[in-house]
């Protein structure tokens, strides 16, 4: 929780500050490149030219989880590669949000019934915020993802609310 | 309000202004970013895999080596400086030769640290193990 | 050369070692005596008419109806065109065969992958670690009586 979090009753100071923090960070989310499989193709897709992520602020691909706000799960999530994935999300600084990009990562996609190796999905792993269908989904719907994401990121408040009265609520 | 009494406030709070704004900017962040400190969060980054061993290693004894020599030929650098620049005052008052000669002298003294290091190895960057050397 | 000429030189040579083959079909392949296929192999690889100098694949098979393990070795000569497999029988219980990695580098991660998968131990590897599973995983995936286990370092494993 940040230090002016859960202070001040909602009003028009404390949405006029909201606002300001909101738009700065869904404006400028950087995302780790975390391309497991064949949708890190469609991920550097979505970051190249014709696709431009870069437009809506989310172009500077982070390597490391310390520097990134974003961690897009592009592809299949095996169970060598979970224990990794846990590590990995648990060393972001908050705040953090996780997109599940492909069949894969939302529920084991192709590989769901007999898939030995693979994890049936990353939310069994880690929070997701956005799930971004298709197999591999198009870059267009990886910049809609981003823009879902961009609206989820606009809901948040640092007003004192019913869900954070008193309590020290994790972003 | 004298004309330097004017100039000094002026620098004063030029230089207040700056360090306001770096202050000024650190505690907006401080204020509005979260603080969740712990778990795996503190860990050594290392691709995902848990670390082994510590960080803190020794490095390697090459880049003393190439370090040492900079500085030692940077400081002879920084002496051939004034000498270049009075040496056509001293060829003018006719010492020119003497003084050509005893800055070779002491370049040449240098240059012959430099060559032994060259002849023996230690420049090499891959050098042979100490069983192979004869 | 044809499926049927190169099986000739290999009887010619192995004579009883050489326990079946099938020259029709779309996977011609020797069957060969497990004891005897790192010598079998190193023919095939050195002999100047044969010259079978690329491994594309190791695959192990469980017939678990027949309580056998059967390892398969596709091989192709990049010279002359020709290929051919080479199988050898394992008995299920105790699935053992030496390596070839030494005979051609592939071998060495369609080893790990056999082992891994359907658990035959490959005398002689370097290093026959799990390549697909996680290291610590039980079971082999492919064997025909395989059960998922119901979770993993806290994680459900079956959807």
């Keep these: 929780m940040a230090l002016i979090e859960g202070i001040f009753e909602p009003g028009l100071a404390v949405t006029s500050v909201d606002w300001v923090l909101n738009w700065a960070r869904k404006r400028s989310i950087f995302p780790m490149t975390f391309g497991i499989a064949c949708c890190a193709i469609e991920m550097m897709a979505a970051g190249a030219s014709r696709f431009d992520l870069d437009r809506f602020g989310a172009g500077a691909f982070r390597a490391t989880p310390r520097q990134s706000d974003l961690m897009i799960v592009a592809g299949t999530v095996t169970f060598k590669m979970a224990d990794r994935i846990r590590r990995l999300w648990e060393q972001m600084a908050e705040p953090r949000y996780v997109m599940a990009m492909g069949a894969c990562s939302i529920s084991g996609g192709p590989y769901h019934l007999h898939g030995y190796h693979v994890v049936k999905g990353v939310d069994l792993v880690i929070p997701v915020d956005v799930y971004v269908p298709g197999c591999p989904p198009r870059p267009e719907a990886l910049i809609e993802g981003l823009i879902r994401l961009q609206e989820k990121i606009g809901t948040h408040t640092i007003a004192k609310t019913r869900d954070n009265f008193g309590l020290k609520k994790k972003l | 309000m004298t004309e330097s009494g004017r100039f000094l406030i002026g620098i004063l709070l030029f230089a207040a202004a700056g360090v306001a704004l770096g202050l000024g900017a650190l505690l907006f962040g401080k204020l509005v970013r979260p603080r969740n400190p712990g778990g795996m969060k503190d860990e050594i980054y290392e691709c995902g895999e848990p670390t082994v061993g510590p960080a803190w290693v020794q490095f390697d004894l090459r880049f003393y080596v190439v370090a040492l020599l900079f500085v030692v030929f940077d400081v002879e650098i920084a002496m051939l400086y004034p000498w270049a620049v009075i040496y056509k005052s001293l060829v003018a008052q006719g010492i020119g030769v003497a003084a050509f000669w005893e800055m070779m002298f002491f370049f040449g003294l240098i240059v012959l640290g430099f060559l032994y290091l060259w002849r023996f190895g230690y420049l090499d960057w891959v050098r042979a193990t100490g069983d192979e050397e004869t | ?159």
């Design chain 3, 1 to 159: 050369m044809t499926v049927l000429e190169i099986v000739d030189i290999l009887k010619h040579r192995f004579g009883a070692d050489l326990v079946g083959s099938v020259v029709e079909g779309t996977h011609p392949h020797v069957v060969v005596r497990a004891e005897k296929l790192v010598s079998v192999c190193e023919f095939l690889r050195d002999d100047e008419k044969l010259r079978f100098d690329l491994l594309r694949c190791v695959s192990g098979v469980d017939w678990m109806g027949k309580n056998l393990i059967e390892v398969s070795y596709d091989l192709i000569s990049i010279r002359f065109g020709h290929a051919l497999a080479v199988k050898v029988i394992l008995d299920r219980a105790k699935p053992q065969v030496e390596t070839v990695s030494g005979i051609w580098q592939a071998a060495n991660w369609h080893e790990r992958e056999a082992f891994d998968l359907v658990g035959v131990q490959f005398v002689g590897h370097t290093d026959l670690v799990r390549i697909l599973m996680p290291e610590d995983w039980v079971g082999h995936p492919l064997r025909k009586d395989y059960q998922d286990p119901v979770e993993y370092h806290g994680l459900k494993v079956k959807p």
